[in-house]
């Protein structure tokens, strides 16, 4: 069984930046999504195999860009422009079954999932 492992989080300042990685191998299309206390998780960055495929939540683009290197069995979420209402225990996810991105947005579209780690913005 794959596994997946987070690493990056943190606490920064509003304004700030983060780089979350995720180690995992195999070629399956990856994903970060998050949860903040009390609130349901939620999509921000999908990316296939190849990385050719790219997409993000409306409240992430131009602030989080999502990529991968394959060559180290990794894939980043670089989060600049950080807010306070981005905190948040942020999880990697795989489709174990696709190399491509199909339904990016939808965490049962995700089979293996990290146990997350948490981004704290302070304003």
């Known amino acids: 069984q794959v596994q997946l492992v987070e690493s990056g989080g943190g606490l920064v300042q509003a304004g700030g930046s983060l780089r979350l990685s995720c180690a995992a191998s195999?070629?399956?299309?990856m994903a970060w999504f998050r949860q903040a206390p009390g609130k349901e998780r939620e999509f921000v960055a999908a990316?296939?195999?190849?990385?050719?495929?790219?997409y993000s939540a409306d409240s992430v683009k131009g602030r989080f860009t999502i990529s991968r290197d394959n060559a180290k069995n990794t894939v980043y979420l670089q989060m600049n422009s950080l807010k306070p209402e981005d905190t948040a225990v942020y999880y990697c996810?795989?489709?174990?079954?696709?190399?491509?991105?199909?339904?990016?947005?939808?965490?049962?579209?995700?089979?293996?999932w990290g146990q997350g780690t948490q981004v704290t913005v302070s304003s």
């Open positions: 996810a795989a489709d174990s079954y696709r190399s491509t991105v199909t339904t990016p947005t939808s965490q049962y579209g995700y089979t293996i």
């Open positions: 195999g070629r399956y299309a």
């Open positions: 990316i296939s195999w190849s990385g050719a495929g790219t």
